[in-house]
């Protein structure tokens, strides 16, 4: 019941895909959630800022969002800006998937 912050995950991953010391054949991070974010003006905020700063080659970190077994309208749309504001995909996952 409780809402997750998928904050220090992004940097995270942000950080291990513009790592210089290891090659990377891509940048891509998989957000996976089954509802709404503590903060979603948050959360969008620190993608924006977190894709904003330059890679290694030129790279960008685009990022998948999948919304699972729920849809709430907040939820949807946060996901869908998400993946929108990096190149990424969308996708709502039923239970039965």
């Known amino acids: 019941v409780g809402m997750t912050d998928p904050i220090p995950a992004i940097r995270k991953a942000f950080d291990v895909l513009s790592s210089t010391a290891i090659k990377r054949p891509g940048r891509l991070i998989y957000l996976l959630t089954d509802g709404r974010f503590p903060d979603n003006k948050a959360v969008l905020s620190e993608i924006k800022k977190l ?3 330059k890679l290694p080659g030129g790279d960008t970190v685009k990022i998948c969002t999948f919304l699972y077994g729920n849809k709430p309208p907040e939820a949807e749309s946060v996901m869908k800006q998400i993946a929108k504001d ?3 995909t969308y996708k709502f996952v039923e239970r039965e998937e």
Do not use: K
Request: charged letters at 15%; hydrophobic letters at 0%.
């Open 51 to 53: 894709s904003s700063r």
């Open 86 to 88: 990096t190149g990424g």
